[in-house]
């Protein structure tokens, strides 16, 4: 008995060592999300308009938006720009919580309503309020398509097509630089 005592207390460094490497992995990829929704809030700080309750709808100019948002969001809210397939922070992210306009936090999908397209972008069947977007006719790059726009603000988020899965049959093909996840509490 005395020489496993011996034993365990000779290695319990080793023991103390293990368990705080195990917890700060634990931790790592528990957080995950949470940091970066704490990340998303801090670069919303110099927004005025961003609100994840008000739902006022905005009149702010393409100058001003210029001067708050990175010039990464206001190339594709403000320009109709398109990130590159594949590269966006949400296009094969499965997270549980709710994805609001990264320009003015109008609350725009659900996770549930999300699903796993092969386009390379984010792909939603529905919004989470009829009022959450707006939609405008298309016609650039010799192509007609509906482009999908936030209700709240109007910035560009990406378009929509009908070769969704049910129950919708819609996809919303959208920008992940135009989302902010908000995870749901732990419960
Ligand atoms: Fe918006």
Redesign the pocket.
């Known amino acids: 008995m005395k020489k496993l005592e011996k034993i365990f207390t000779e290695n319990l460094h080793r023991y103390i060592a293990a368990f705080i490497v195990i917890f700060l992995t634990i931790s790592a990829c528990t957080n995950q999300p949470t940091d970066q929704s704490k990340m998303e809030q801090k670069d919303n700080k110099n927004n005025p308009y961003y609100s994840r309750t008000d739902t006022t709808k ?1 009149q702010v100019s393409h100058e001003e938006w210029k001067k708050i948002l990175s010039p990464e969001l206001f190339e594709v ?1 403000r320009n109709k720009g398109t990130e590159r397939a594949f590269t966006g922070k949400y296009w094969d992210y499965d997270g549980l919580g709710t994805y ?7 609350e ?1 999908f659900r996770s549930d309503a999300k699903f796993s397209s092969s386009c390379g972008w984010p792909s939603f069947f529905e919004t989470r309020r009829p009022e959450a977007c707006i939609y405008h006719e298309d016609h650039s790059h010799g192509m007609h398509r509906i482009e999908v ?7 560009h ?1 990406g378009h929509i097509f009908d070769d969704g899965p049910p129950p919708t049959g819609q996809r919303y093909c959208m920008n992940s630089i ?1 989302l902010d996840f908000v995870p749901d509490e732990k419960k």
């Open positions: 905005l809210a609001y306009c990264a320009v003015c936090g109008n725009l726009l936030c209700g709240r603000c109007e910035s988020l135009s």
